[in-house]
């Protein structure tokens, strides 16, 4: 099993930038990707990025070139960077762990993106 936290959230004016990290526990020595998610109210849940255990990265088109994942293996973590932030940024962002086909999810964090 895993379990996966996520912190960094909150309120974020336009054009600024966020770090969302996740701590996952439990077995993922073995995991195929670690990622984020996010889902606006009303829209589906898309990619924002997601990195796989050889270290190849792979970025939603709504983020492309204004985001950054990277993994501290010693901590099992994923980090999440983000600048220039838009409203349209706006939604919960929630950390995905991806493992021997199968999906684990965390609870999300609420990232708002407002002046």
């Known amino acids: 099993q895993v379990q996966l936290v996520e912190s960094g959230g909150g309120l974020v004016q336009p054009g600024g930038s966020l770090r969302l990290s996740c701590a996952a526990s439990g077995s993922i020595f073995n995991f195929n990707t670690m990622g984020w998610y996010r889902q606006a109210p009303g829209k589906e849940r898309e990619l924002v990025a997601f990195i796989t255990s050889s270290g190849s990265t792979l970025s939603g088109d709504s983020v492309k070139g204004r985001s950054t994942i990277s993994r501290d293996g010693a901590k099992n973590m994923v980090i999440l960077q983000m600048t220039s932030l838009k409203p349209e940024d706006t939604a919960v962002y929630y950390c995905?762990?991806?493992?021997?086909?199968?999906?684990?999810w965390g609870q999300g964090t609420q990232v708002t993106v407002s002046s």
């Open positions: 995905n762990v991806v493992r021997s086909g199968t999906s684990y």
